[in-house]
């Protein structure tokens, strides 16, 4: 096992070195391409490996300590204008969009790697190849899913257009152009619905059956199939019920391991990354969080993550997650019944989860729901619509509850409006634009690919 396991970290790691001017158009030669599922049972732990303990070249699939600040960091939660000035922090996206490529090439990396694994393994129709099976098509399934929504516009935006490649073969001579959007859901639905066929039984893997649904929820929910949604939603929300009290409490306390309702957590496992860590958490303390996030809290210490996530200086005392825990779902479920016209059921599931927050709690209704706030940077939804008390209550909530996890925020103001602002740092003004929550394709891709086209806002490159 150990002579199987060289030879794959071998091949694994002259792959990964590959220049990302080859990902579409990757070739073996002289080496021998594995065939057993013991052998491709050694590649997929060590896929899972890196994962779980944060390895830069696998963090883009599922997120990490660094992905998730650095997203804080740029959208509306914390202070720019009050940081420290050393503070090594990104102020504006405009500072982050060329590492942006660089996660693009790794997330097609990790999908040469799926194509790898189901171009080659032989089926003996085992269990243990059903597991390597169902994490490939999920692995697949994921990587497309973070690829829809960093480098194409909101699906239910008017320019979504534009999808990308798509890669299913591991030896392939051409070089796909851009898919539509249309085409590139499609792939990822039904990378996971093969996933789930394959119903894997082995957690070490990762991607597990609710896992898979979990992704789902969120696919149908980014796409605004909101039926969809909340039918995968809700089932894992019986499994994994929101917790409250001294539970929830716990599980925020926690930074490693899957404890309370988490269902998947990359940065899992407390080796290779404490350093790292407390260097990331070290650098949040130097931007105090805005005066506005603190204001939706006006419960203040009734409300159990008011007491949480800050000091009296306003300095972030909340640990980062980045995965996937079912309070997500909860928010997936009120939003999409919100949007289905069921405004009372999104009011009541509105309300039971803050009761879970706030010691007290008295429930809204649909009269005493605070007016729609116009200082706040989203001003519409997912459809273009303006805001409403009860839409904007359900985001806000959504806002304080996924504080610190998985770049929620930064998404979120993605997928409704991209709102502009500006900030000032180190006496200069710099705007996050609209264009910019679509990150540019790999320049040097764009160049070698033609017809490739790049994302609008970045045709001209230096």
């Known amino acids: 096992m150990k002579r199987y396991y060289q030879i794959i970290t071998f091949a694994l790691s002259a792959l990964l070195l590959s220049s990302c001017k080859d990902f579409l158009d ?51 939660n914390m202070e720019v204008n009050l940081s420290a000035s050393d503070t090594r922090l990104s102020y504006y996206i405009g500072n982050d969009l060329n590492a942006k ?18 171009g080659n393994l032989r089926n003996d129709g085992s269990q243990a190849a059903n597991d390597i099976y169902a994490f490939s098509y ?54 996971l619905r093969t996933s789930l066929s394959y119903n894997m039984q082995d957690t070490m893997y990762l991607f597990t059956p609710d896992v898979v649904h979990g992704y789902l929820a969120r696919l149908y929910h980014w796409c ?31 930074q490693y391991g899957l404890v309370g309702n988490r269902m998947l957590m990359a940065d899992r496992l407390s080796t290779n990354n404490a350093l790292g860590l407390s260097g990331t958490f070290s650098e949040l303390t130097s931007r105090p969080l805005s005066i506005r996030f603190i204001r939706l809290f006006p419960e203040g210490k009734r409300d159990v993550r008011f007491q949480s996530y800050w000091n009296l200086k306003r300095q972030n005392k909340k640990l980062i997650f980045s995965g996937l825990r079912s309070d997500e779902l909860a928010f997936i479920a009120m939003e999409s019944a919100y949007h289905l016209g069921n405004t009372d ?11 879970k927050r706030i010691t007290d709690y008295v429930p809204l209704t649909q009269a005493t729901l605070p007016a729609v ?75 070698l690919v033609s017809g490739l086209n790049q994302n609008p806002g970045y045709e001209e490159t230096e």
Not at 53 to 73: K, L, P, Q, R
Not at 106 to 114: G, M, P, V
Not at 230 to 250: F, V
Not at 345 to 350: G, P, Y
């Open 373 to 447: 706030n116009t200082t706040e940077y989203i001003q519409q939804d997912a459809l273009g619509n303006p805001l409403t008390p009860l839409l904007q209550a359900i985001l806000n909530e959504r806002r304080k509850e996924m504080y610190m996890e998985n770049g929620d925020r930064w998404f979120e103001l993605k997928r409704n409006g991209r709102p502009e602002w500006w900030i000032r740092s180190k006496g200069k003004k710099y705007w996050t634009r609209k264009y910019m929550f679509t990150f540019p394709l790999p320049v040097a891709d764009v160049e």
């Open 224 to 254: 605004g199939r909101w039926q969809d949604a909340r039918n995968e939603a809700l089932p894992l929300l019986e499994k994994y019920p929101i917790l409250e009290g001294e539970a929830y409490k716990k599980m925020l306390s926690r």
């Open 138 to 191: 999920a692995l697949r399934g994921v990587c497309y899913y973070q690829l829809l929504r960093m480098f194409c516009a909101p699906v239910l935006a008017p320019d979504a257009q534009l999808g990308v490649p798509i890669v299913t073969e591991f030896n392939m001579e051409a070089k796909p152009l851009r898919s539509s959007v249309e085409q590139t859901i499609r792939q990822i639905e039904n990378d």
């Open 26 to 76: 990757v070739k073996v030669y002289d080496r021998t391409v594995p065939k057993t599922t013991e052998d491709y049972s050694a590649l997929v732990h060590n896929i899972c490996s890196g994962i779980d303990n944060g390895d830069y070249s696998f963090s883009a699939v599922v997120g990490g300590y660094a992905s998730t600040s650095g997203y804080e960091s740029i959208a509306d």
């Open 345 to 355: 059921q999104a009011l009541r599931e509105l309300n039971d989860f803050r009761a």
């Open 101 to 118: 490529q660089s996660v693009y090439t790794s997330l097609y990396e990790q999908i040469r790697n799926a194509n790898i694994i189901l």
